[in-house]
């Protein structure tokens, strides 16, 4: 089985307070489940302004699930894609961006 784009979405996000436009691109896929993608998903959203990234997901390997914030890297509790997107959301929010 190769690779299944489940979602893609590229969108822009206008910041509450300064009206500043930044992109948001989530890509998810079913993959084959295996020790870097014990679930069968493979992600990478991310949160982008003026060519700097404020925010992301990724799970790529060898590193597997982490968040990119504030210029450092954490490693992530992947549950679920339904979480994750959540979770994305809640962050972008958090940085004061809205749809």
Avoid: C, Q
Avoid at 16 to 33: G, N
């Amino acid at each position: 089985m190769r690779a299944f784009l489940l979602l893609h979405e590229k969108k822009l996000v206008l910041h509450k307070t300064t009206d500043e436009l930044a992109i948001v691109e989530i890509k998810i896929w079913r993959v084959p489940k295996s020790r870097f993608y014990g679930k069968g998903i493979k992600y990478s959203l991310y949160l982008v302004h003026n060519g700097v990234i404020l925010l992301g997901f990724d799970n790529h390997k060898p590193k597997g699930p982490h968040l990119h914030l504030d210029g450092r890297e954490e490693k992530y509790a992947f549950k679920s894609s339904k979480k994750l997107l959540k979770d994305f959301w809640e962050l972008v929010e958090s940085r004061g961006y809205k749809l």
